[in-house]
């Protein structure tokens, strides 16, 4: 959960096994996000992408870039129902007695990293980690930018809220700031309009929206 994460607590390996968080550097790294864009307008059936690109700022190389997608908000402790209670780019059902509450908006196409796990079938991805909701890329060199990229399909119309955050490693000790000193983090305001998106095909087998 993204409480290993964000807020900053350590994790023991099982039974008397050495710390999971052993060698990774306790301290902040400085990174800028150079982008982060996600569609404020989508339709159902439509893929879109969402994209966050970060670079370390910073003087010393990031041990290991990863961005945590969350419901709501990516704050913890979140409220109920929010953070990563919810798988990636879904929401909790506010029903009770559902063993999983958590129903998809968007289906993710293709994950950051390297097309590994059948991402090609909507698989994790190359970046996926043992973390709920966050994927991470390793390290990332002064000056060097890391991007992360997530194809996904609306499935669900509504008005959504995607927050997202940024870290420097998977175990709380290495932290993500800003130049301010402030956590990289957003959240997207999207509306998925009920009516499917409409497409047709090119001679040359392209497929074109009409009705973007």
């Given at each position: 959960?993204?409480?290993?994460?964000?807020?900053?607590?350590?994790?023991?390996?099982?039974?008397?096994?050495?710390?999971?968080?052993?060698?990774?550097?306790?301290?902040?790294f400085t990174?800028?996000?150079?982008?982060?864009?996600?569609p404020?307008s989508?339709r159902?059936a439509?893929?879109?992408?969402l994209?966050?690109?970060?670079?370390n700022?910073?003087?010393?190389?990031?041990?290991?870039?990863a961005?945590t997608?969350?419901?709501?908000?990516?704050?913890?402790?979140?409220?109920r129902?929010?953070?990563t209670?919810?798988?990636a780019?879904?929401?909790?059902?506010?029903?009770?007695?559902?063993?999983d509450?958590s129903?998809?908006?968007?289906?993710?196409?293709?994950?950051?990293?390297?097309c590994?796990?059948?991402?090609?079938?909507?698989?994790a991805g190359?970046?996926?980690?043992?973390?709920?909701?966050?994927?991470?890329?390793?390290?990332?060199k002064?000056?060097?930018?890391a991007?992360?990229?997530?194809?996904?399909?609306?499935?669900k119309a509504?008005?959504?809220?995607?927050?997202w955050?940024v870290?420097?490693?998977?175990?709380g000790?290495?932290?993500?700031v800003?130049?301010?000193g402030s956590?990289p983090?957003?959240?997207?305001i999207?509306?998925?309009?009920?009516?499917?998106?409409?497409?047709?095909?090119?001679?040359?087998?392209?497929?074109?929206?009409?009705?973007?």
């Amino acid at each position: 959960m993204i409480a290993g994460l964000v807020g900053a607590l350590t994790l023991t390996g099982c039974g008397s096994g050495a710390r999971q968080d052993v060698n990774e550097p306790n301290g902040n790294f400085t990174v800028a996000v150079a982008s982060a864009t996600f569609p404020a307008s989508q339709r159902l059936a439509q893929r879109t992408h969402l994209v966050i690109a970060v670079r370390n700022a910073g003087v010393t190389a990031i041990p290991d870039v990863a961005v945590t997608i969350c419901n709501l908000t990516c704050a913890y402790p979140a409220p109920r129902g929010a953070g990563t209670s919810a798988q990636a780019f879904a929401e909790d059902l506010d029903m009770p007695y559902l063993a999983d509450p958590s129903r998809p908006v968007w289906v993710i196409d293709r994950a950051p990293g390297a097309c590994r796990f059948s991402c090609q079938s909507g698989g994790a991805g190359g970046a996926v980690t043992a973390y709920s909701n966050t994927w991470a890329l390793g390290t990332l060199k002064p000056g060097a930018t890391a991007t992360f990229e997530w194809a996904v399909t609306a499935v669900k119309a509504g008005r959504h809220v995607v927050a997202w955050q940024v870290a420097a490693g998977l175990n709380g000790k290495a932290k993500a700031v800003l130049a301010d000193g402030s956590k990289p983090r957003g959240a997207f305001i999207v509306t998925i309009h009920s009516a499917p998106e409409q497409t047709y095909v090119k001679a040359n087998g392209q497929v074109v929206a009409v009705n973007r």
